[in-house]
């Protein structure tokens, strides 16, 4: 039997749970049976981890069914990722199946700039703590503040504490010439105001991105060359049209960059959504091509360089969550309370420009200030009515969601979103979601991920 590890996709899930469900009866007779008959894989969180590109699958060649998984958790916090799960079927147990999934996991979370992985494990099971041992992972001191999130975690399950040991393997940082993993995250723009137009054309306007943890992932590798290569990329987008290319080769002639790089890009933000997905990758592009090729560029620098390639493309480089006035380059970081998203994709195409271009635009509306905008008082988008009169499946998502709270249109969209308080709600909204669309659930960060990415990778900036 042959297999081989991909990124699991949402039509996963009823697999990964069976798998989980069959591979812990192998635990009938321990001790920690009653805990692990009691508890399950909630479907729900898989399929976010999944979404986020957390989850791998290991599928037998010939019947392409997913027969192992292993899930990692980035609840830690700092360069520590945590493995939530990883499991085989009984029946395809003995061929390296489990080892294969955790070497993959690892080498991400290695090239993703991740400096150790934390698991929490039986130590007296022989497919368990020795099997981890096996494979680099040293037994830790359990009462260590490092573990207090993972103990925390357990007590709230009701696992038995005396059953559990806490493991580790440090991650050496990508050598020059491998494969680095950057995050290009989506924003959300909370509300969307048109306050004047300019000479050239362009709109001042007023707005508050929210940055989501959630997002495009994309690959980069230095090359000596000088030359600059996508290798696998957006699909509908030729290579000399991508952001990403074009964020790399002003980057280079900018800075007199002699070096060249491969890009790979694994796309999950929806084209033409109002999502920023284009704006985000090109500054990914940047801000980790000026820490890889060590360029020493400022963030002011490259928020320049970013606003050459587009008006949303300065507040990824940025990195904070922010009310944003010009075209969308004078940015004020914000502090947004914690927030979830059920975002809705109608699968329409947007074109901003378009928009900014009707007649029908409300292009003088008096200025907003922040405090109408935390008050609740100011969160129209300008392009709501255009978008709803000319795009009717937008306007059928935004009914359908506003009959569950305040739905709203991100950016020109066509996505939707609604905000909640907890992830629960969030969660009741997406499952109702009518099968015309696509629905996914999203958390609002203040930071960037571009930016723990950087961190993790050892830079300052
Ligand atoms: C509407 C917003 C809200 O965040 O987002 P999206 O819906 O695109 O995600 C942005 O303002 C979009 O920014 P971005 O998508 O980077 O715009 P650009 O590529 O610079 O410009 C696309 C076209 O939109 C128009 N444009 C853009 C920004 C702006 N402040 N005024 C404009 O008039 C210009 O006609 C330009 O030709
Ligand atoms: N790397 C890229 N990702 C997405 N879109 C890209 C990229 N490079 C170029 N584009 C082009 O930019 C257009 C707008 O993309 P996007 O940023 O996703 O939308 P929006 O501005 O509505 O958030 C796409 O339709 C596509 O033709």
């Known amino acids: 039997m042959s297999f081989r590890i991909e990124r699991a996709v949402t039509a996963h899930v009823d697999a990964i749970c069976a798998i989980e469900r069959t591979a812990v009866q192998m635990f009938r007779e321990h001790p920690v049976w009653p805990f692990y008959k009691a508890i399950s894989i909630p479907p729900e969180q898989l399929e976010e981890a999944i979404q986020r ?27 520590v990722i945590g493995i939530a799960e990883i499991d085989v079927l009984p ?3 003995r061929r390296g199946i489990g080892a294969a999934l955790l070497e993959h996991a690892c080498d991400w979370a290695r090239a993703a700039g991740y400096r150790r992985v934390d698991l929490g494990t039986l130590a007296d099971v022989p497919w368990n703590a020795p099997f981890y ?17 993972a103990r925390d975690r357990d007590r709230e399950n009701g696992f038995p504490d005396a059953l559990r040991v806490f493991m580790s393997r440090r991650l050496s940082l990508p050598a020059a010439d491998e494969w680095t993993v950057w995050p290009a995250p989506a924003k959300l723009n909370l509300f969307l105001r048109i306050t004047g137009r300019r000479e050239d054309g362009y709109h001042e306007l007023q707005t508050v991105f929210r940055l989501l943890d959630w997002g495009d992932e994309i690959r980069l590798r230095t090359r000596d060359d000088g030359e600059i290569h996508r290798l696998t990329g957006v699909p509908g987008v030729p290579a000399e049209t991508d952001w990403l290319v074009h964020a790399a080769t002003l980057l280079r002639t900018h800075a007199g960059v002699r070096a060249g790089v491969d890009i790979e890009v694994e796309k999950r933000i ?24 060590k360029c020493g560029l400022s963030a002011d620098e490259l928020a320049e360089l970013g606003r050459q390639l587009g008006a949303d493309v300065p507040v990824f480089v940025r990195g904070r969550s922010a009310w944003a006035t010009g075209i969308g380059e004078h940015i004020k970081p914000i502090t947004l309370p914690k927030r ?4 809705l994709d109608p699968h329409e195409h947007v074109s901003t420009e378009t928009l900014f271009q009707a007649s029908e635009l409300t292009r003088n509306a008096p200025p907003a200030t922040i405090s109408s905008f935390a008050s609740g008082e100011t969160l129209e988008n300008a392009f709501e009515p255009i978008v709803r009169a000319r795009h009717p499946r937008v306007a059928a998502a935004l009914d359908w969601l506003g009959g569950h709270g305040h739905a709203r249109l991100s950016g020109s969209g066509g996505c939707v979103f609604l905000e909640t308080a907890t992830i629960e709600q969030a969660e009741a909204v997406a499952r109702r979601c009518p099968a015309s669309f696509t629905a996914w659930v ?20």
Do not use: I
Request: proline share 3%.
């Open 53 to 79: 590109g957390l989850v791998w699958v290991a599928l037998d060649d010939e019947s392409n069914e997913p027969v192992g998984f292993v899930w990692l958790d980035t609840e830690h916090g700092g360069d």
């Open 340 to 343: 979830w998203y059920a975002v």
């Open 91 to 93: 029946a395809y147990s």
């Open 270 to 293: 929806p084209m033409g959504s109002g999502l920023g997905g284009g704006s985000s990758d090109a500054a990914t592009a940047l801000v980790a091509l000026n820490h890889l090729w």
């Open 442 to 461: 999203v958390e609002g960060v203040g930071l960037s991920p571009l930016h723990r990415a950087l961190s993790r990778h050892g830079a300052t900036g």
């Open 133 to 149: 041992a096996k494979h680099g992972f040293v037994t830790v001191n359990k009462w260590d503040a490092a573990f207090a999130y």
